[in-house]
């Protein structure tokens, strides 16, 4: 039996997994959170594969001696598309990742031209390859990835508007590549970009569909517990892996998202 009061753990290396628990307690109201923000590793897309890989399934090996989770949700695609097969090895919990959500992406285009927009290390990943030709072999998919996206992400729950000319810049990484002009749909491949849509969407051509795994996961996690038990109240707790200044500046939008304490690991 799992206990009541077990959580559901999200790991992200910042705010991006909010973009996956929003839609998680839309559909699961009651379930303890235990929302955990890798800032001491921060950022992820720009490490190499052999960091990413020693870095994730230690940390969540400790996350769960101390939290004791239900579930765990890699909230982060750079973490998922390269550890999640690892870290499900090593450990007795299930384990729902976040991977770029190219298959409804092909689903949906009219044009069959797919921009993937992801960190450096996500879009890089054979697991991306794989996805594109598993489930859009007569697509187009075009990627690219960017750091400076995750870093507005970041500012943006602390408070600081997005610059749209950055924004502009980004974008441009995908519609300037040679048939980038007949994107039609656009797959946030970061958890921290859906924070960011209509921003990104502001800057890109009328009628650019943007879309992410989010709503997917949420689904899955709330089929992979649907014969489990909750307590009467909703609690939410962030876990910050380094204790600054920062995480601290973030207590009003993490308390937007039911996560009303934060503590540091
Ligand atoms: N939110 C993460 C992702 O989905 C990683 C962002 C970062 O730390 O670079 O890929």
Redo the contacts with the bound molecule.
Sequence with gaps: MTPRDAPILFL???V??LSVLAPTRALLSRAPIVYVADNAG?????KTEAEIAARVPALLGRLVERFRPRLIVI?????STIALGSVRAALDVPVVG?VPAIKPAAEASMTRVIGVL??A??VRQPYVTDLAARFASDCTVLRHGS?EL?ALAEAKLAGTTPDADACLAVMAGLFDQPGGDRIDIVVN????FPLVAEDLAAVSPKGTRFIDGGPGIARRVAWLTKEQDWPADATGRAVFTRADAAALGLAPALARYGLTTIESL
């Excluded at 921060?42 to 720009?46: A, D, I, N, Q």
């Excluded at 909230?75 to 973490?79: D, E, I, L, P, R």
């Design positions: 992200d290396s910042g991006g997994g921060f950022p992820y897309g720009t909230a982060c695609n750079t973490a976040t992801g960190t290390a996500t750091a995750v491949a970061c958890t921290h």
